[in-house]
């Protein structure tokens, strides 16, 4: 199992998961407008998920415990520093870059100018409370997982950044707000 192949794991995990919070938001978006889900968004979310989010994961969250190790507090907080200021900015940037180039934009880095900032300022919201309780609670060879299956709840989110928002919570919830005022109306009119 995942000790004996923890890298392997890991990143099955972490890429599936965030796969998954594609497909979610996706499914969740459409079936409102009657439009299947695009499934070849959600394969190339996958993609940029195994081919570099879970490696980069793994191999960070590895070197964050070799540089800093232990679970005190100075080392854990070292640790959520460290992932904000560098990790985080790495994984946005390359999510939006990544996306943009197996969508074949003629502007891969339109996106990243777009909405890096709003979505790494949302993360920052995010991300340290996720990543403060996976270097205290979470043992090493499973950090990567626990950080996919946090990264469930980013991926719904990022990924409709992505496709429809600008990178902030804000647009995100105001969407979600006129999902719920759109179904009150149709339940209202039945």
């Known amino acids: 199992g995942v000790r004996r192949f923890p890298w392997l794991c890991n990143v099955l995990l972490y890429g599936g998961l965030f796969a998954a919070g594609d497909a979610a938001q996706q499914l969740w978006r459409r079936r ?11 394969r190339r979310v996958a993609l940029v ?3 570099f989010h879970g490696n980069f994961s793994y191999v960070w969250l590895r070197a964050l415990e070799r540089a800093l190790p232990g679970r005190r507090p100075p080392a854990v907080l070292g640790k959520v520093l460290c ?19 197996l969508q074949r934009k003629e502007d891969i880095f339109s996106d990243c100018k777009k909405k890096f ?9 995010y991300w340290p409370f996720v990543q403060l309780s996976n270097f205290i609670l979470v043992p090493v060879y499973l950090r990567t997982a626990y950080t996919g299956l946090c990264g469930f709840v980013w991926a719904t989110f990022i990924c409709f950044s992505q496709q429809s928002g600008d990178g ?20 209202s009119e039945k």
């Open 168 to 187: 902030t919570a804000k647009s995100a919830l105001i969407w979600l707000q006129r999902e719920k005022a759109n179904a009150d109306e149709e339940s």
């Open 49 to 51: 998920a195994l081919a």
């Open 83 to 101: 992932d904000q200021l560098l990790g985080a900015p790495v994984a946005v940037l390359a999510f939006y870059t990544g996306m943009s180039i």
């Open 32 to 42: 409102r407008r009657g439009q299947p889900p695009d499934w070849a968004q959600t």
């Open 117 to 125: 900032w709003n979505t790494y300022k949302t993360g920052l919201m």
